[in-house]
Structure formats: structure tokens, C-alpha cells
DNA sequence: TTATGTGCAAACTCTTTGCATTACC
DNA sequence: GGTAATGCAAAGAGTTTGCACATAA
């Protein structure tokens, strides 16, 4: 069953505590932002989305808790094409991408075999694997369709 | 056996003939700067290794250069972390990258049946694969022995 | 000759930083 | 009360664009 934005906020807090930092709202309002979005989004698209939780809320302040968040693991980051980067929710399931290149889709999946796959491809190298990103780029069911 | 650096240059000649656009030096020896090089090179590390050929050369020229170079296949970039985008010349042959999140070496590799296994997960999801990209991050080997 | 490519500088976009103020602990 | 986080504005980095000039066809 998917995690409530609650558990987010719960681990939020937690790791704040843990480093004797101080709670902001703007961390969890800009955490729930990802929560509430299925997309992937740039930093300006979360700065729209959570102005309207938060009129007040700076660039600067979203800029800086991407970057927090982000080393904390509670988000991830995909950056590809001209698009930029862009933030998602870590929902605590690596996933890889499909990217359409007709209209931007992005489709996550995720394959056991490939990820057994890549760890033994690193090995024979002698790399010790940590993480990995996978990009597949083409044209997605709906866009082949459409075009014939 | 590797290909000459005639063999790229008349490539782009040929390119840039069908098109019916024109020949220019600095496009050449932007390739050539890449082609000398066994590294994924920045926009500015290409700026100053090919001010070294030629001195008068503009900046605008080089991303001017990087973009349509990128068009037309010749060269290809990839981009990750804080490192920003690095081009590498196109060499006709696929591959994925690892990189040392120590000491960022990127080594490149290729693997048949990860390249076949990726064509069937694109396949099961009706998406048309046309190009990948793949980032394996983790410690390479003399960085793992260096630490120990 | 004529349109493309170049070099320069200015403009732009995206991101980061300094600083006074706010708000959490 | 003390320190981290914020909001604003200014600064920075990286990239793009306008324009006059150079150059390939």
C-alpha cells in the first residue's frame, strides 16, 4: 500500500532532528508538492506549485531544500535532454525511465533482471556499483499510434 | 582498427555539403580537439584546448559548434551530478558509462545483452527504443584499493 | 556576390550567495 | 536567546542572441 504523506513528513522530521536542525514548513511544503505530483518537475514548476500553498515562499528557499532533500535521499533528480533537471519523490523504489521524445512522457519502470544484470557487468570491471540511472529514450505506445 | 581523423573530417564535410551550408575551420577543429581527446571534455575545457590551435576562436563559436556537431551525430554528450555537460566524439560505437563518484574517472563499456535485454523491456511496454543511456555510479577499482 | 559562419559583447536563464529578519528549539 | 532557515536582491555561472564583419561557395 503507498505511504501517506505523513511517513514523508515523519522521516522529514526525524532527519532533522537527527542533525540538530530546525523545522521548517517550506521543507514540507515543498516535499509535499512532490508528494501530490505524479510528474517529474523542475525547480520552477515546484516553485509555482508551492507558491500557491505558500504565497510567500522565496526561489532561493526551494532552491536550497531541492538541494537539502535531495542529499538527504528523500528526493531524486533526473536531468536529461534540454529539459533540465528534474526533482521527483523518493517513494523508496528505484525505478528506471522511458522518455518520449515525441511528447516528453516520462514512464518508470523496473526490471529485477537488468538491475541483477548491471551488478554483474560491474563487477567484472572491479566497480563497486553504488547507484544507477537509466535513460531509454523513444516513442511511447500513444505516440506511435497517433502518428499512423 | 580506430578510425583516422580524416575519416571524421570528411564526414562532416559531407554533411555540411549536403545541406548546402558552409565549411568552416573552427567547426574542424572543434572536432579535432575532441577526437584528440580520451576524455568527456566540458564546453569551456573544449574552449581552451581549442584556443590552443586557434587563438581567436569565440566561445559562441564553441557552443555553436557543440550544438550542431550534437544535430548531426557526429559527437554525443551526457551529463551528470554538478559536473554539467561533457562531449565526446561520436566513434560509431555504443556505450554506457560508470563513474567514480571519488575520483570521477567515467569508464565505458558495452555489453550485448544488456543492450538486448533493454530491447525487450522497451518491447513489453509497446515503446519504441530508439536510444539509451546508461550511468552506473559507484567506486572504481583503484579508488576501492586506494581506500583500504 | 550572397548567404553562412564567426567574434564580440550584451542579454538571458538558471542557480547561488550575502545579509537582515524570522522562527524554531 | 541563540542558531538555523527564510526572503529578498544582487551576484555568478553557463549559455544564447544580435549584429557587423569575414569567408566559403
Redesign the pocket.
Known sequence: MPKKFEDYKEKLKEI??SK????????EEILKVLYNSKEHL???EIYNEVKKI?R??????V???L?FLEEQGLINSISFG?E??KYELNRGKHHDHMICINCNKIIEFFDEELEKLQKEIAEKHGFKLIAHELNMYGICKECQDKKS
Open positions: 532533522v532532528k540538530g536542525l530546525k523545522y521548517s514548513t517550506q521543507r523542475t525547480s520552477e505558500n510567500n515562499i522565496g526561489l532561493a528557499t532552491y536550497r531544500a538541494a534540454s533540465g533537471k
